[in-house]
């Protein structure tokens, strides 16, 4: 596969954390691409270091060593207002606990990207109201804040407004690790949907079925990558 | 949805908290602001106590003490020379002596078993009068007629009850002003005639200074004075410097002019250190309320903007992670934490302005205090008594603006800290820690 078709770029990625005198590699020589518009499942124990992962091909935190390039920007060297520019622009973040601004109602926390970036308001609200329509939230929800959610429709609220700035990737931490099985599998088919528009995905999981629905599924352990299945080509 | 709005709403997020904020900064700006006002108000009175009593220097003739002992006179060349010193703005004249002749009746003796120091008539009379029985002798005052507040013996004020003061074309006139009690005893009233010494002077008018010692006096322009009562001179000189600062220059020049064995030179400069003494003391006590104050809001605002931020430390990280810059988010909690101190510095601020008057006036009351036992020195100001009383010590305006700036100078630092503290906050940090 032509470098050019791969969307991420991962290349002897080091992260090491100190704890006192001890340092902890908690990703330790990471190596892998993935093509544009393709979902990868993250998987592993806990401590193996998916999040950290997650978090340095985020731009929320820096790398000890080795690179990373999403969307052919080399992330690993951005800094200050270019890093928030590449949160802002190429990334929409879904995080396990959910994450949305309490004191935000529903289609505020959709629209706050947009904010962010400037968008006009009555575009912000036309798209928030669209995004909101896609991941099944009703109107009715629309103006409740976060604690009056359900723990899936908040996780549907985040997705939506992980997707309100149309990022090329999404980065999702153990989407469906705070919900029942039910509600879970709803989370997947709907990160499943936007992997189908083309987006790329990739998806830190112990879920079964987010890994097999995925086009390629990157074990971990001990910070090291241990297995790689690829259904690139599927 | 603005940032503004966004950090309004906040700050309504969580009521308790910050109305529990607000009071506990409302309370500590409220003390800086009182303290602020009282520093104020103290320095005022400093300033009005230096610029009233503090510029007055008293001439008399040496060994003088009230009516007792001395030389008679001080000499009118002399004293003219005075007006001609440098930094001298007034030069106020005054005579005085004892009624001895036989056309006046003494007013009544008062009770001898009341005692009133009011009625008590001053020590050592040269006057022929019982003095066991609080008789009191008729003192006759002369004035410079452009002197139209005198200050009478014993630091009486001179209030015209009947008729008017005399004028200053009236300088040599026959004219006499009674005090009210011997008018009383003599049968005079405005434009009743008495023979003093043998002219004939015209009553035009009756005063009351609401002490019977007082008002048992007449006075009459100076140069009648002297010319009915054959004196030469004046008895006592009160000469007002430009400036506290230049007391001491003016002094020198008049013991140029009056050596220490004609004249006793009285400053205002021991009573006004001892006065302005306490008030500097009163006011460095209040500067270091003040800055104590000031210190506990400065500390209560940091505390309470660095727990905001602890606390919402995970909305740091989320903002972060889904594009705000730090300078957006920094922005935000600025502007929430300027919001509470402000609303508090203005609640403290008006919740404190009588507050900080009556403490103001308590200043005040116990100046006051401390004057009123200054004993007889007092009277050498011209009843210094009465009008330090008067120096107005209410809260300024200007003053309680001043520091209400300053509290709000204190709220906009306190508002970076956010900024600052954000902007080191680490998104994947906060998510790896709550």
Redesign the interface.
Known sequence: MNNDDNIIVVADLVKHFKSGPTVVPAVDGVSFQIPRGKTVALKGPSGCGKTTLLSLLGALDKPTSGSIIVDGVKISELRGGKEVQYRRQKIGFVFQSYYLVANLTAIENVMLPMDLMGTKKTEQQDKALQLLEKVKIGPKLHYRYPSRLSGGEQQRVAIARALANDPSVILADEPTGNLDSKTGNMIVNLLHSLSKEGRTLVIATHDAGIAAGADAVIEMQDGRISRTFVHFNK | ??IVT?SL??VI?NPLRTALITIILTVSIGLALTMATVNGAASNQLSSIGGNIGTEIQVRPAGQFGMMGGSDSLDETAVDKLASISHVVSVQTSAQTIYTGDNLETPAPSDSSSGSTDDAPPPNFNGGQVFRTFVSSIIVMGFDPSITNPTLMGSATLEISEGRYFTLDESDADVVVFGQNLAEANDLTVGSTVDINGTTVEVIGIFSTGQRFGDNMFVMPIDTFQRLFDITGVTSVTVTADDVSNVDGVVSAIREIFDEDTADIVTAESMYERIGGSVTNAGKASQIGMFAAFGVAAVVILFSVALMVRQRV??I?????????GW?IGLQFSIETLVISLAASIIGALITFPLANSVAKLLSGSSNTMMAGGGRAMEFFGGGITRIAGINVAVSPEIFLYALATAIVLSIIASIIPAWYIGHV????V??Y?
Do not use: Q, V, W
């Open positions: 949805m603005g966004r709403r906040n997020r995970k909305e990280g989320i903002l972060k992670a889904i594009g705000a810059s957006h680490k998104p994947a940090e998510f790896r709550e």
